[in-house]
């Protein structure tokens, strides 16, 4: 009896981080779906992905704690770097669409909270309400102007609002639209920078 509680309470906090504001399942996402059912099978190497990411959680939170105490470019950039790479795991989606990602899609940073779905939400234990409500979501453009969902903890939330704080000592330019961005000395034609996620992925990943 207990094991099927579990389970339905599971069940209940997919479907609730996996729902839209409006409580619709989101289109691309179950077209992506789809899509994989079609592909061939391909199995993952999954001690190699752990160790990335106990990698990049323990590199994040050393340079999170350095900036927390003061400012230095270098920990600012490391910050930014192990952050994205993590966002861009946990969120399995591709490089250029999450490096690319603006200050104002951000800012439309929302709870998942129990008045935006509040039949799913009840139905969870405490233990599920207190997953739902560690994660954030906002969405950005796709390729195909369609909005996807990109979701965060709040431990990465953390990260980026400390981030966006000091972007004036990091000398990012303040016409500089991208959340990750990097300072140069001059944009042409607003041709602003941002950190490659691709390149630092790789580099990671050795």
Partial sequence: MRRELEKKNAENVIVLLNTDLQGTV???????????????KVILPDDDIKKLN???LNKRNKYYKLLTKNFSYDAWIQ???????LILLFNRR?????????????DSLQNISQDENTQIYNQLTKEGKQAADFYLR????????RGVPVLI????????????????KAE?????????????TQAKNKNFKYIQASIWLRQYSL
Avoid: V, W
């Fill in 79 to 85: 910050l930014a770097r192990y952050n994205l790479i």
């Fill in 54 to 56: 106990i990698f990049l």
């Fill in 26 to 40: 989101n289109k691309t996402a179950s077209e992506s779906l789809l899509h994989q059912k079609r592909q061939k």
């Fill in 138 to 145: 906002f969405s950005i453009r796709s390729k195909l102007a």
């Fill in 94 to 106: 591709r490089p250029g669409e999450l490096e690319r990602i603006f200050l104002s899609d951000y």
């Fill in 153 to 168: 903890d709040r431990h990465m939330k953390e990260c980026l609002d400390l981030l966006i704080r000091y972007r004036q």
């Fill in 172 to 184: 990012i330019d303040s016409e500089n639209p991208y959340l990750f961005a990097r300072p140069q």
